[in-house]
């Protein structure tokens, strides 16, 4: 074995896959752009100064600050330090001053097919009240509070309420169990827990309540749950501890004053998605956070708030929901659409649907999802029309090049521009991302770092990789969305991101530079595989098996191996048009021969898989990402380990069922 050791000392990972097409932006696109080239010289010139220019040019301070970045107290920053604001302020009372308070904020699309509009005075009344009705509940500025709501504008309503008296909000997700919430709930000492009777998914009221009750049961310091009623099935009520949202804001003024705060005051701690273990309750700060999430959403998604109508379909309980469907759109003055249900719900063309009923302009989505619609076919959304469309955006996992291909063609009708924007919880918002307008895109690859941000790629002994080569993605300067830490432990904080390179946050991912110094994202390092002693990436062995006519989805693994220390292990979806095929599923199947073969001449044969099984389903966080660690157990025939944070927890069994058949 001292062939896979060898190989490590010389770092990195090795670079397999080609892909060389590329999209330069068209003239009409360019002409009207809200992103220049010159964003990059001026950043360059002066990273702080470039940002101050953003904070003032984007927000209103109630008090203006004369520092920009503190970092004396690494690895915890301090952006605008002492500045003064107040998010909900920002994202709502202004634009209402402004004269816009008859602007769409909201467009609701309940799954159900009940519709409501909330214009910028809409929600400027709703979140004064329901921070009255919190404060009559006794929440204080610092005071956290949790909230576990299905998609519906009372989400969106509640962060903002929190936000407008300085009491940070702790959004769990709706699916999480009551053990995920009471964890969450006690992690964060929350006082208040806002929640819901229940909400529509799949054609069905889900109760939401009995999950707040159980959790509690568990014991936690809540004092009081409010519940928003969408669904009007019955619920338990506890006299004294239980309010009603509608009766508690019906009682509040429609006026409040907001809290100003410090820059650096907590706006949220929200808990990671937990693809690879427990999940972390990362905190973010107000006047930083604010100004790179305004920035990036004006100039990656080019939004014109007169005109666009914008949709990312994430859930709030997710960090793409709150700095792109709460913060970002609202604080640029944006109209925005939020449904609350799946996408085959009524029938698999929901999402267009939507599209086509909103006139949705620029939307914003996963790559589970287009690797879903793949799998559903093209006739699906070739049913509406898609032509409002005019960008688009992808986020949570590498987008692999067939995929990007396929969004572009299908949806985007070979017209629109395609963001890939890498970023995570901790980051806040996105960091790594063409900017449309100015960058030649590139199925595949997020491409390089945001004006004012800095990141790079490293090999073991933390040298930056040369062009062609991969390794570690690392940021290598403070940027003013970055968390201030894990909630309640400084140490984890340090030790999870700050101990593998000297001064550097370390983001976890593997990544590559391609010929053109151009990023392209190649999975977690926890998810490298070393066979024979080649470092090989998960994303591009699934991007070679995404990219036969038959694979919808593909998650690639290594499992322990006698001869080669790690063999590869694939599990792949098809596409419905395909599906036939699948049913002599299994070793020596025609497929998965097929499939083995065109890994091998796609990027080499070192990358075959040993075996490849074709399943229905793959294990996903509720976010929507594959739950590699989980496949790898399976793979080496060990039970699956946790599968709390997992959307459907059964589908491990079938999909163990198959692999042991
Ligand atoms: P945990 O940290 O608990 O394991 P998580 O990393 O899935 O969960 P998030 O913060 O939601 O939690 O996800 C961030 C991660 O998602 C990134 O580190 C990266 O692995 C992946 N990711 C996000 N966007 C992209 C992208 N555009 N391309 C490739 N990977 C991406
Ligand atoms: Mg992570």
Avoid at 316 to 328: E, N, R
Wanted: glycine content about 10%; some cysteine; charged content about 25%.
């Amino acid at each position: 074995m001292s062939q896979p050791d060898a190989a490590q000392t010389q770092g990195g990972l090795e670079n397999l896959l080609h892909e060389h097409r590329s999209f330069p932006p068209s003239a009409e696109f360019a002409a009207q752009a809200n992103a220049t080239a010159e964003m990059y010289e001026r950043a360059d010139a002066d990273r702080e100064g470039f940002w101050a220019e953003q904070a003032r040019e984007l927000l209103t301070w109630s008090e203006d600050f004369t520092e920009v970045l503190d970092f004396s107290g690494a690895p915890v920053a301090r952006w605008f330090g002492d500045g003064r604001l107040n998010a909900a302020y920002n994202a709502v009372d202004r634009h209402v001053e402004a004269g816009l308070g008859d602007r769409v904020a909201i467009h609701f699309e309940g799954e159900p097919g009940d519709t409501r509009t909330l214009t910028y005075a809409d929600l400027q009344e709703q979140v004064s009240r329901a921070a009255g009705a919190l404060e009559a509940l006794g929440v204080r500025k610092g005071d956290r509070v949790a909230i576990y709501l299905p998609m519906i504008p009372e989400a969106v309503v509640a962060m903002l309420a929190c936000a407008r008296i300085g009491a940070p909000h702790s959004v769990i997700f709706g699916g999480f169990s009551a053990e995920a919430l009471n964890s969450r709930i006690n992690d964060a000492d929350a006082r208040v827990v806002i929640t819901a009777d229940g909400g529509y998914r799949r054609g069905k009221a889900s109760a939401l309540k009995p999950a707040v009750d159980e959790a509690l049961a568990k014991g936690t310091p809540v004092e009081h749950v409010l519940v928003v009623h969408r669904t009007g099935q019955d619920v338990e009520w506890t006299e004294g501890r239980d309010v009603s949202w509608e009766d508690a804001l019906a009682a509040a003024s429609p006026e409040h004053t907001p809290a100003v705060v410090d820059a650096e005051h907590p706006l949220f701690i929200l808990y990671t998605s937990g693809t690879t273990g427990k999940p972390k309750g990362i905190l973010h700060t107000t006047g930083g956070y604010l100004t790179q999430v305004a920035f990036t959403f004006r100039n990656v998604f080019d939004i014109k708030p007169e005109a666009d109508v914008y949709w990312c379909t994430a859930d709030v309980g997710w960090v793409t929901g709150h700095s792109y469907v709460t913060y970002g759109p609202l604080l640029n003055g944006a109209t925005q659409v939020i449904y609350e249900g799946t996408p085959d719900t009524p029938h698999k063309g929901r999402w267009w649907e939507i599209v086509e009923k909103y006139k949705v302009s620029v939307l914003y989505t996963a790559p589970t999802a287009i690797r879903t619609a793949m799998k559903w076919g093209e006739d699906i959304p070739a049913g509406f029309d898609l032509s409002s469309l005019r960008l688009m955006g992808s986020v949570g996992e590498s987008i692999n090049p067939e995929a990007w291909m396929w969004y572009r063609r299908v949806i985007g009708g070979d017209r629109t521009p395609i963001v890939d924007t890498w970023w995570q919880t901790e980051t806040g918002a996105m960091m790594i991302s063409p900017l449309p307008g100015v960058t030649a895109t590139k199925p595949g690859s997020a491409q390089r770092p945001l004006p004012g941000i800095a990141a790079d790629v490293l090999d073991e002994q933390a040298h930056p990789v040369p062009d062609g080569g991969g390794g570690y993605l690392v940021l290598t300067a403070p940027w003013p969305a970055m968390l201030r830490g894990i909630w309640g432990d400084p140490e984890r904080f340090r030790d999870t991101y700050w101990s593998r390179f000297e001064g550097m946050y370390f983001a976890g991912d593997g990544a590559k530079k391609d010929e053109d110094g151009d990023v392209w994202l190649l999975g977690r390092v926890d998810d490298v595989m070393n066979v024979s002693g080649h470092r090989l990436s998960t994303t591009e062995i699934e991007s070679a098996l995404v990219s036969h006519p038959y694979v919808a989805e593909a998650a690639v693994v290594g499992a322990n191996d006698d001869t080669t220390g790690q063999a590869v292990v694939a599990f792949v979806i098809l596409r419905a048009e395909h599906v036939g095929k699948a049913d002599e599923a299994g070793e020596g199947s025609d497929v998965v021969a097929e499939l083995r073969a065109h890994v091998a001449k796609e990027i080499g044969p070192i990358a075959k898989p040993r075996s490849i099984l074709v399943v229905a389903e793959l294990p996903k966080t509720r976010s929507g990402k594959i739950m590699r660690r989980l496949l790898r157990d399976i793979a080496e025939g060990r039970e699956a380990g946790d599968v709390t944070t997992l959307a459907d927890s059964t589908v491990m069994s079938r999909i163990s069922q198959g692999m042991h058949r």
